[in-house]
């Protein structure tokens, strides 16, 4: 899991951020949002330009260079931040596997060439690489023999030591699942066009995934669910699988019909059919067409899965203990991000109205 994000230069980030997600409480409640000490499920508030949507960004730009995912590099335009001629961008993850802690933590001066990248496991360093100098330290047991010059590439060194090297240690195992948490990283959007990074390659239909799944009865309860009654049927359109809408005798295209909150809920259910094999997941502005009541039941949809998933979004009546717990709650505000028992000094209650005390300032420190 991933336990703590730092970000410095980049976009609106010009000073140093840092997401915690394992500094957790002992509360009685709400467990389901917590695994292993760490937040599994938990919404991100700001205003807007508060830097919601570039928080995500800023987490997945690690796929870039690690992985040969799906990649949105538009959304990495202006991608240093403007100020006082900042040069490069510096990101630090910590992931936690088990009771082992990985460190990844690189410099680049845009999306495509890293300056610098340093790999550590329980705080021994295992690989670095500085670009400019064209220097590194390895420290892999079974690496002894690898040929270890990039030749001026600007190529991630420990994606290299990994693709070019027999694992003969239990710290090239922990390196694996690093790799394997990093390559089912998915971020996804539908606010400004439905789009999405990691996890897989390619478009991918939406009725294509609900009907190559086998999924179209389950997707029409989906809906039922959340109080959208159609009777659907697959129908063939040339080469095309197409979800239809049942009217008497008569069918028409789902997405010809659908109102852009249904659209919204059928990408998240194409999803949520695969999310299992995901690790992690960032959707920004996930209820930005969903009334209260379908926007709880999506975040308690997560819940009752194994992946981490963080959220943002507009939407205080969501921002409840019989939701998530204080913990999971966080406020992006001025290059900053605390979750809520660390903007007051409060102790939260389960009691507590978070709403009520969120919007007569409570937490305004975070803001």
Known sequence: MLIEFKVKGFKNFKEELIFNLGNVNKYSFGEKAIKNETVKTGLVYGINGSGKSNLGIALFDIILHLTDKEKQWHLYNNYLNLFNGVEKAEFTY????????VEYKYLKMDSRYLLEEEFKINNKLITYYNYEKNTFQLNLLGTESLRTDL??????????VYNNSNPQSIESEIIGKFFKFVENMLFFASLNGNYYQGFKNGDGKISEEIIKAKKLKDFENFLKKAG????????????ENKIHCVFDNKSVDFFAIASKGTTSLALFYAWLIRLNE???VFIDEFDAFYHVDLA????????????QAILTTHDTTLMSNELLRPDC???????RIKSLPNITEKELRFAHNLEKMYRAGAFDDGE
């Open 296 to 307: 709880k039941k999506i975040v308690e949809e997560l819940l009752e899965l194994g992946i």
């Open 228 to 239: 959208i009654e159609y009777k659907l049927k697959a129908v063939k359109e040339g080469n």
């Open 151 to 160: 030749n001026g590439s600007s190529n991630s060194f420990i994606k290299f």
């Open 278 to 280: 995901a690790s992690f």
């Open 329 to 335: 709650y966080f406020i992006i505000s001025d290059g």
């Open 94 to 101: 910590k992931f936690k596997f088990e009771k082992d802690i």
